[in-house]
């Protein structure tokens, strides 16, 4: 009975839409408020690494959710963006690892959400619905 709902290939696009523009909307933000890299720079520079490497974050939050919305490289695409939030927990939120939100819940959740959703696309793949299934 429960079969007629199992469709795998709707689950992976639900998965990619969902990772995938909540992502980019991060990466919308960056773009039209640019000033906020100054931060992920002098964090980079604080650990002895490039600062140019922060316009990485283009890439990881705008041009690694294009990919999997659209399905093109998705496994490619889910792996950027969970390099992108390694970055984002090492460089501004190790502090916050073993910390709760006032409401009780752990206060790396969002970063947990797009980490662990990238490598789910990544191990799952972007399914039929793609530019380019894998």
Known sequence: MFNQFHNDATGKLLLRLTVATLMLFH??????????????????????????IAYGVYVGEVIA???????????IGGLIVVAN?????????????FSLTQHGGWALELQAFYLFGGLAIVLLGSGKFAIKPD
């Open 27 to 52: 990466g919308i933000a960056k773009i039209i408020h640019p000033g906020s890299l100054e931060f992920i720079e002098s964090s980079l520079s604080s650990i002895g690494m490039p600062s140019a």
């Open 85 to 97: 939030m390694i970055f984002a927990i090492v460089l501004a939120h190790t502090g916050d690892f």
């Open 65 to 75: 959710p294009l990919m999997i919305i659209a399905g093109f490289h998705a496994r």
